[in-house]
């Protein structure tokens, strides 16, 4: 159980376009979902928390107009990377979190978005 | 805020030989750490998690950590490193952000690579 899917596994997209990113809790329901970002041979850098229901929480630096999230049901959050640039260009992750678990999180597979 | 320092980017052993992967934090209160381990192109593990019950923590694939409080350590070690062990490994701490939001705080990984 707690398997979190993501979906495209990779993408290419031209500049100034604009690319969304799902991500799905499979087998449980999560009130909460995280959406990371890695730099080739980084850490995670946490963006944004999202709860079910209400606007996501940014973190410090990361620009709200620009990476849109979306939480509208209990299985699926989505990022929207709009008028995307190479700089955007990374390995996005995300994560989800039962609801009542204080610190589990279940983290899918990862979405490589390159930015031509 | 709680951070972590893992010490050594890289670390390089031979098959069947010993693995030590060093961990430390900041914390002002007791805290929750993890260890994940993310294979290339793909999301984060969970191999393991203190929870503050047992120091001594066992995991998947053989690895255990030991919180030490006085030292403000939970490294991850394996007694006899496999090919199949080579991969990146982050170590976590969980942090409540102004809001009370529980969130993951990583270091910036240590990959492992396994000699034949």
């Known amino acids: 159980g707690a398997v979190v899917s993501q979906h495209p596994s990779w993408v290419i997209c031209k500049s100034g376009t604009s690319v969304k990113i799902e991500c799905r809790s499979l087998?449980?329901?999560?009130?909460?979902m995280f959406w990371y970002r890695q730099f080739p041979k980084q850490s995670l850098m946490l963006m944004a928390t999202?709860?079910?229901?209400?606007?996501?929480?940014?973190e410090q630096g990361v620009e709200k107009d620009k990476f849109l999230i979306n939480h509208a049901s209990l299985t699926l959050s989505t990022l929207t990377v709009t008028s995307a640039h190479p700089e955007d260009s990374s390995f996005y992750i995300c994560?989800?979190?039962?609801?009542?678990?204080?610190?589990?999180?279940?983290f899918g597979p990862g979405t490589r978005l390159t930015v031509t | 805020a709680q951070s972590v320092t893992q010490l050594g980017s890289h670390v390089s052993v031979s098959e069947g030989a010993l693995v030590l992967l060093r961990c430390n934090y900041s914390?002002?209160?007791?805290?929750?750490l993890f260890w994940y381990v993310q294979y290339p192109n793909q999301g984060l593990q969970l191999l393991l998690k203190y929870t503050s019950a047992a120091t001594l923590v066992k995991g998947i694939n053989g690895f255990e950590a030991e919180f030490k409080k006085s030292e403000t350590s939970f490294h991850l070690t394996k007694p006899s490193a496999h090919m199949s062990d080579a991969a990146e490994y982050f170590c976590a701490v969980s942090d409540l952000d102004q809001g009370g939001s529980e969130k993951l705080v990583f270091g910036k990984g240590t990959k492992l690579t396994v000699n034949p």
């Open positions: 087998d449980f329901q999560a009130t909460t």
């Open positions: 994560s989800a979190r039962r609801g009542g678990g204080r610190y589990e999180q279940y």
């Open positions: 999202s709860n079910e229901g209400s606007k996501a929480t940014y």
């Open positions: 914390s002002s209160v007791p805290p929750y």
